[in-house]
């Protein structure tokens, strides 16, 4: 009778257990940051020698709760964790490069527009070149081309600046990330295996390691007690009472300069880091085009005017000026007697006829046009990748979710599973009871 009593004292004791981690799956069903446990029970069988003077016997003991398990593989942790990383450096490309995509578009008012408008009032000049009033709207529109480029400079400059101060953004969460990691590996040493607070703590492990690569491509190795070592570019990022400070600048090309507790290492290919600093060079890189682009329209305005004269004779003066980047472009006077619309020959619109020769594909106008079509062929390509990287984020995730998330159908099924189990327990301890009291009740 005494084996019936702790059969059934175990299986209730056991099947408890197992009740409680079912209600827990169930609580955290909306936790993206849980993975679903269980409670594994082996066999209480006890043999050994129960007198000296007989041989060893076997007595049956019930079940014992041997550990809990989490519910994960960390194959496909690491995949996820690198589909994640690719996910989030081709979203943080295309946000970047629409952005850009924006500040070269200035709201519809670029400068290829104001080029276009600027040489088709050139053109009403030129059938009227004694008309003032059109000579002023002409000037008016160079101003505007002007205009456009400081303004299209102005906003390239301050996104590079912002891709910048993200990325400083990003190394700072990425710090936070390793110092925590560090605590709850420390944690995790102090803790014993196989025990609820050490599920705990990995699911809290894994939480981390999903943020740190979400910034970069770090190598991770996990110890057999759960401990996670990270390194990247030949330096430890964290370990065991360990973790570096990263830190991040901008190249002269917009490119981020990252180092790991001061030594320099290489920018990832992965992750937002990887992602900011490819938009950096994309913002620097086109901010460079923007500036050869001005520098070529002051070259050929400049030239066109000084081959022509004025409706006074005199020789053109230069019409515009650029001492440094595209944002200090500058209209040099307001005067329409300075424009030199007559040819050489003395004709009064005769060097307004040659003005649309810079409208050719070598010229500014073009250029822009040219300019513009490849940074959309950059865009479209960015958006397709960014697509197909979050098709396969999805994939890798929907797999872990299949395995390690809470699927409340199943989770009720095990409940009610399980309660009937914990009543047949409470059922043999009653019978072993009554049981016991009939064999009492004889004597």
């Given at each position: 009778?005494?084996?019936?009593?702790?059969?059934?004292?175990?299986?209730?004791?056991?099947?408890?257990?197992?009740?409680?981690?079912?209600?827990?799956?169930?609580?955290?069903?909306?936790?993206?940051?849980?993975?679903?446990?269980?409670?594994?029970?082996?066999?209480?069988?006890?043999?050994?020698?129960?007198?000296?003077?007989?041989?060893?016997?076997?007595?049956?003991?019930?079940?014992?709760?041997?550990?809990?398990?989490?519910?994960?593989?960390?194959?496909?942790?690491?995949?996820?964790?690198?589909?994640?990383?690719?996910?989030?450096?081709?979203?943080?490309?295309?946000?970047?490069?629409?952005?850009?995509?924006?500040?070269?578009?200035?709201?519809?008012?670029?400068?290829?527009?104001?080029?276009?408008?600027?040489?088709?009032?050139?053109?009403?000049?030129?059938?009227?070149?004694?008309?003032?009033?059109?000579?002023l709207t002409l000037l008016s529109e160079l101003d505007a081309?002007?205009?456009?480029?400081?303004?299209?400079?102005?906003?390239?400059?301050?996104?590079?600046?912002?891709?910048?101060?993200?990325?400083?953004?990003?190394?700072?969460?990425?710090?936070?990330?390793?110092?925590?990691?560090?605590?709850?590996?420390?944690?995790?040493?102090?803790?014993?295996?196989?025990?609820?607070?050490?599920?705990?703590?990995?699911?809290?492990?894994?939480?981390?390691?999903?943020?740190?690569?979400?910034?970069?491509?770090?190598?991770?190795?996990?110890?057999?007690?759960?401990?996670?070592?990270?390194?990247?570019?030949?330096?430890?990022?964290?370990?065991?009472?360990?973790?570096?400070?990263?830190?991040?600048?901008?190249?002269?090309?917009?490119?981020?300069?990252?180092?790991?507790?001061?030594?320099?290492?290489?920018?990832?290919?992965?992750?937002?880091?990887?992602?900011?600093?490819?938009?950096?060079?994309?913002?620097?890189?086109?901010?460079?085009?923007?500036?050869?682009?001005?520098?070529?329209?002051?070259?050929?305005?400049?030239?066109?005017?000084?081959?022509?004269?004025?409706?006074?004779?005199?020789?053109?003066?230069?019409?515009?000026?650029?001492?440094?980047?595209?944002?200090?472009?500058?209209?040099?006077?307001?005067?329409?007697?300075?424009?030199?619309?007559?040819?050489?020959?003395?004709?009064?619109?005769?060097?307004?006829?040659?003005?649309?020769?810079?409208?050719?594909?070598?010229?500014?106008?073009?250029?822009?046009?040219?300019?513009?079509?490849?940074?959309?062929?950059?865009?479209?390509?960015?958006?397709?990748?960014?697509?197909?990287?979050?098709?396969?984020?999805?994939?890798?995730?929907?797999?872990?979710?299949?395995?390690?998330?809470?699927?409340?159908?199943?989770?009720?099924?095990?409940?009610?599973?399980?309660?009937?189990?914990?009543?047949?327990?409470?059922?043999?301890?009653?019978?072993a009871r009554e049981t016991m009291q009939s064999i009492l009740?004889?004597?």
């Amino acid at each position: 009778m005494s084996n019936l009593l702790n059969i059934g004292r175990s299986g209730l004791r056991a099947f408890s257990r197992s009740m409680d981690a079912v209600s827990h799956n169930i609580a955290n069903a909306e936790n993206p940051d849980y993975v679903r446990r269980s409670v594994q029970m082996s066999d209480a069988t006890v043999s050994s020698a129960l007198n000296p003077a007989y041989l060893s016997q076997t007595g049956l003991n019930g079940v014992r709760v041997a550990q809990t398990v989490r519910a994960s593989d960390e194959f496909i942790e690491a995949q996820v964790r690198q589909s994640g990383a690719a996910r989030i450096r081709a979203e943080t490309q295309v946000t970047w490069m629409e952005r850009i995509e924006t500040n070269l578009d200035n709201a519809g008012s670029n400068v290829g527009s104001r080029l276009n408008t600027f040489f088709s009032r050139a053109e009403e000049v030129a059938a009227a070149p004694f008309d003032n009033s059109l000579k002023l709207t002409l000037l008016s529109e160079l101003d505007a081309v002007v205009d456009a480029f400081r303004r299209t400079a102005s906003n390239m400059t301050l996104t590079a600046q912002q891709v910048s101060q993200a990325a400083t953004q990003e190394a700072n969460t990425l710090n936070a990330a390793l110092e925590n990691l560090n605590k709850i590996n420390l944690d995790i040493t102090r803790t014993k295996e196989g025990t609820d607070a050490h599920a705990g703590l990995l699911d809290a492990r894994d939480a981390m390691l999903a943020t740190i690569s979400e910034k970069l491509n770090a190598t991770i190795s996990l110890a057999p007690n759960g401990t996670a070592t990270l390194t990247y570019g030949g330096q430890q990022l964290a370990g065991v009472n360990f973790f570096a400070t990263v830190t991040s600048s901008s190249n002269a090309d917009g490119s981020l300069a990252l180092q790991v507790n001061g030594v320099a290492v290489p920018v990832p290919s992965e992750g937002s880091l990887a992602g900011l600093s490819r938009s950096g060079a994309t913002a620097q890189g086109r901010l460079n085009d923007l500036t050869a682009l001005a520098q070529q329209l002051v070259t050929d305005i400049n030239a066109w005017q000084a081959q022509g004269r004025t409706l006074g004779g005199a020789a053109g003066a230069p019409l515009l000026t650029m001492p440094g980047d595209a944002s200090t472009l500058a209209v040099t006077t307001r005067d329409i007697n300075q424009l030199a619309i007559a040819g050489a020959d003395g004709t009064p619109n005769g060097n307004l006829l040659a003005l649309p020769a810079l409208r050719t594909t070598a010229g500014v106008e073009t250029q822009w046009n040219n300019f513009m079509a490849g940074f959309a062929t950059s865009l479209a390509s960015v958006r397709s990748e960014s697509d197909a990287a979050t098709a396969l984020d999805e994939g890798a995730r929907r797999r872990r979710d299949a395995m390690s998330g809470v699927d409340l159908d199943r989770e009720a099924a095990d409940l009610i599973r399980l309660q009937q189990a914990y009543e047949a327990s409470a059922r043999v301890i009653q019978v072993a009871r009554e049981t016991m009291q009939s064999i009492l009740n004889i004597f």
